[in-house]
């Protein structure tokens, strides 16, 4: 039986389910005088059949049926999940009234547990809140599925054995809420991992909450993490959520975790023994619900050893671990990837570049990219936003080959140092001061990038203003094309 909402074309589709008229009639009134469009069904089985039809948002549900129970109804609902578009809310009317009858149907899905008869008032509001909950868990699971296909598994791109490991590595992991310790140089895509494997697992839905142990100073980084209440220290002037708490069931991602001061490495191991820990200034434990994945791009064996990372800290991190291989070890993967990162780049930045170049992509696939795909991204970018025409050219990309091989610029410029501080004395003339080796040093440098100051920048470790002021201080001056780099 239907019952026609009243001035509503576009009205939600509510389903009463009783077998005594006296009750669904009136419960099929006040819905359609409210705006809905309602159906009603007398017996179990029928009821059954206009759920997995689908069309449904809200069914009030009564237990004792003919021919199948409510709670029977409500098992296959729950079992045919996956093969539905979108499940029902079904809020349970039932003149059962005890613990044990609600706690089951609350156990098998029911949003709610009405005892009859109901208030007229309360199916109204009961109805609404189920609607507009319904609503936003549809926008969430929309919202999951676009960030499922953002950052799942899709998102890593490559073809390369190495590649095919870390997705074995993944859905292997995601099926756990096993801590994972990523590994591997910077822009290799420890993030992109980390998102894979929260997106890939059961938990996809909730949070995924990332902080960069690098971000905040010492004295801030220990709140920022646990959170802290009101006066726990000079500046709390109100209760602060940390990262730990928002995370909730979902994952927090630590990144940069070599960098974590040594105190806290303490607490962090406290809490991820305990599952539990505590804001600044609080004494109150609250439980810790959220995988850990932590990423870094040093060597924690290595830190422990040299005891500036602690050794149980690094086993209870390490329980799994994913190592990210640097771009130039999977050069077969990168013409996937300029192809991936070239269409995403041309839409994002509205430029009609349709084509790369066969030399631009020979160039590419050589290059020893020692900031590997972050930098690969970037360079694709420069050459997108400066290309003219419709094809990316050599001419627009920040980058150049020393040799055939693509040979990094960084090994070629440390062997040459080595081999000129490492001569013997009467080929050198007299010992080099400091001073003067540091100045050879990065002119050697500026030379194998072809005064390109970002990449100096990178393989001397230093930034942007010192190198600026080493440069004045040395006087160096970049030569004209067909002069040399004056050495003395």
């Known amino acids: 039986m239907k019952v026609e909402a009243k001035n509503r074309e576009d009205s939600h589709t509510i389903l009463v389910v009783d077998d005594d008229r006296a009750i669904r009639r009136p419960l099929e009134k006040i819905l359609s005088d409210a705006g809905y469009h309602v159906e009603g069904a ?43 578009d979108s499940m029902p ?21 029911a949003y709610d547990y009405l005892v009859k008869p109901p208030d007229a008032n309360r199916i109204r509001i009961t109805v609404k809140r189920a609607l507009e909950q319904r609503l936003t868990s549809l926008a969430l699971a929309h919202r999951v599925a676009e960030e499922r296909e953002d950052h799942g598994v899709g998102s890593i791109i490559g073809k390369s054995e190495s590649i095919r490991d870390i997705y074995k590595k993944i859905g292997a992991v995601s099926t756990s809420r096993a801590t994972v310790l990523i590994t591997g140089e910077s822009g290799t895509g420890k993030e992109l991992v980390a998102r894979a494997i929260h997106f890939s697992s059961d938990t996809a839905q909730h949070a995924f909450v990332a902080v960069n142990c690098t971000a905040f100073p010492h004295h801030l980084l220990e709140s920022e993490l646990f959170g802290h209440v009101r006066g726990a220290f000079t500046g709390a002037v109100a209760d602060k959520v940390g990262r730990f708490q928002l995370a909730g069931q979902g994952t927090l991602f630590l990144d940069e975790i070599g960098e974590l001061p040594i105190d806290l490495q303490a607490k962090l191991l406290r ?17 810790l619900q959220a995988r850990v994945i932590a990423a870094t791009n040093r060597d924690l064996g290595k830190m422990v050893k040299e005891g500036t990372f602690r050794e149980d800290l690094f086993y209870r991190l390490s329980i799994v671990e994913v190592h990210l291989p640097p771009l130039r070890e999977r ?62 050219t050599v001419d627009t990309l920040p980058i150049s080959l020393d040799d055939e091989e693509g040979e990094p610029v960084e090994g070629k410029a440390e062997e040459a140092v080595a081999s000129a501080q490492s001569a013997p004395p009467q080929a050198q003339g007299e010992l080099p001061s400091l001073r003067e080796i540091e100045r050879r040093h990065i002119v050697l440098v500026l030379q194998h990038t072809h005064w390109n100051k970002r990449r100096t920048c990178s393989i001397l470790q230093i930034t942007r203003p010192t190198l600026d002021r080493k440069i004045k201080e040395f006087r160096l001056e970049k030569p004209s094309s067909d002069a040399p780099t004056p050495m003395d």
């Open 42 to 84: 007398s017996d179990g089985p029928s009821a059954l059949e206009r759920l997995l039809a689908g069309g449904i948002e809200v069914c009030l549900l009564d237990l004792g049926l003919p021919g199948m129970p409510g709670m029977e109804i409500l098992r296959k609902l729950r079992d045919a999940e996956s093969r539905l």
């Open 89 to 109: 809310t079904v809020i349970v009317v039932s003149s059962r009234d005890d613990m044990k009858t609600t706690v089951q149907a609350v156990q098998l899905g």
């Open 271 to 287: 809490v991820l023994q305990e599952r539990v820990f505590e804001r600044v200034g609080d004494t109150r434990p609250m439980k």
């Open 331 to 392: 050069r077969e993967d990168i013409p996937l990837l300029v192809d991936h990162l070239f269409r995403r780049i041309t839409q994002e930045t509205h430029r009609r570049v349709r084509y790369v170049s066969a030399e631009s992509m020979d160039l590419l696939t050589r290059y020893a990219w020692p900031g590997n795909v972050r930098e690969l991204e970037n360079a694709l970018t420069r050459g997108v936003v400066l290309t003219q025409g419709d094809v990316l």
